[in-house]
């Protein structure tokens, strides 16, 4: 069983930053691929990023490239989100996930713990 707490969201303004963080629970954490998943009001939930059990590759949804980055730290158990460049369509609660595949693709349906969620909220 894992457990994923997200923090960092809050109000920012466009053009802003924040970074988001997700501790999880348990010893096997490095153990997961994780991603980061998202979901505006009255919309389905939708791919952020993902990275492999040891960091060594990513993937990005296309809206998020060059402005998303997804990293993690195996020693805190903590996995991270970037983001830069933010804008009023970023608004969103934010989730993130874990996956017993370490190397876990763009389908929400691969991920098989989710935290809470963190809301983001971009003023325009």
Known sequence: ??????????????????????????RTFSSYGMGW????????RDFVATITWSGGATRYADSMKGRFTISRDNAKNTVYLQMNSLNPDDTAVYYCAA??????????????????????????
Do not use: H
């Open 1 to 26: 069983q894992v457990q994923l707490v997200e923090s960092g969201g809050g109000l920012v303004q466009a053009g802003g930053s924040l970074r988001l963080s997700c501790v999880a629970s348990g």
């Open 37 to 44: 998943f998202r979901q505006a009001p009255g919309k389905e």
């Open 99 to 124: 996956s017993r595949n370490r190397w876990p693709r763009g389908s929400d349906n691969e991920y098989d713990y989710w935290g809470q969620g963190t809301q983001v909220t971009v003023s325009s």
